[in-house]
């Protein structure tokens, strides 16, 4: 069935360097690959998003790159600040007109040392 | 505030047992979906309505079910609740059905099954 892997499980990294988080999917239909943040006890919050037609999508310090040939796309935050701890989760997602499957990554834990 | 509404926040039953989880969508959503987040896991997709119709189905076990009302709110039914079953259940709502719509997360209902 679908699957979405996602590493690392836990990254740490100092402040105002990069951190690059990466998943690959499996069904090849997969045409949406949102990525989703959630803090400690709060709940999940879109921060980025790709459709499968764009290879690279910017937002300020955030970046995301999809190679549909591979079967991947990453997460790419630079100049990390440490708003940015929490838990990052890339998702893969298969659009109808009429339906929606959205498959999650287990989830990358990033920490951010001071 | 994403402006999506769950009620309740936590909730503590017994094995075996029956509950029911509420969920309000944004202002003008028409689609509503369910995930199952264990401790530590990642998101589980559970199931999609959109407009009061069953439109995609995840990894739901046959003790659950959901619908959507007229008025656009769903509900979670769990029933003969196992200790497993404790977890963060979480609605979603986007303004269409096909997976291309952001999904705006509620807060969450965290169930704890003794």
């Known amino acids: 069935g679908e699957n979405v892997e996602q590493h690392p499980s836990t990254l740490s990294v100092q402040e105002g360097d990069s951190a690059v988080i990466k998943c690959t999917y499996s069904d090849s239909a997969s045409n949406y690959f949102p990525w989703y943040k959630q803090e400690l006890g709060k709940r999940p919050q879109l921060i980025i998003d790709i459709r499968s037609n764009v290879g690279e999508k910017k937002d300020q310090r955030i970046a995301v790159t999809l190679n549909k040939t591979a079967k991947h796309f990453s997460l790419h935050i630079t100049e990390t600040q440490p708003e940015d701890s929490a838990v990052y989760f890339c998702a893969a997602s298969i659009g109808y007109s009429s339906a929606s499957k959205i498959i999650f990554g287990s989830g990358t834990r990033l920490s951010i040392r001071p | 505030d994403s402006g999506v509404t769950q009620t309740p926040k936590h909730l503590i039953t017994a094995t075996g047992q029956r509950v029911t989880l509420r969920c309000s969508p944004r202002?003008?959503?028409?689609?509503v979906y369910w995930y199952q987040q264990s401790l530590d896991q990642g998101l589980q997709f559970l199931i999609q309505y959109y407009n009061g119709e069953e439109r995609a189905k995840g990894n739901i076990l046959e003790r659950f079910s959901a619908q959507q009302f007229p008025d656009l709110h769903s509900e979670l039914n769990l029933s003969s609740l196992e200790l497993g079953d404790s977890a963060l259940y979480f609605c979603a709502s986007s303004v269409a059905s096909g997976a291309l719509s952001e999904q705006y997360f509620g807060p969450g209902t965290r169930l704890t099954v003794t």
């Open positions: 202002s003008g959503d028409l689609s």
